[in-house]
């Protein structure tokens, strides 16, 4: 995103399911670090979310991951961010 800094970048992860991948919006790198949420290609996961489809492309808007037994919410229940 325009004006996005290393730390308020989006991240965007691509989920591989059993039969097709889904892209999942996260939240901004910075946020993703100081709550200890390190991620790297072939890490299992649990996302739960909502989805949502703009100009004619489907994705996740994660709500909450779970990682090695560690959950972090990243949305409360109306959607709105909690960084």
């Known amino acids: 995103m325009p004006g996005a800094s290393a730390s308020t970048a989006m991240v965007e992860i691509q989920l591989q399911g059993d039969t097709k991948t889904t892209p ?9 670090n100081r709550n ?8 299992v996961i649990e996302v739960r979310g909502y989805r949502v489809s703009a100009n004619d492309v489907e994705f996740l808007v994660a ?11 990243l949305r409360n229940e109306r959607g709105r961010p909690t960084w």
């Open 24 to 32: 999942v919006r996260l939240g901004p790198t910075g946020f993703l």
């Open 36 to 43: 200890g949420l390190g991620l790297k290609e072939g890490d």
């Open 63 to 73: 709500t909450e991951i779970e990682k090695n037994g560690k959950n972090l919410v």
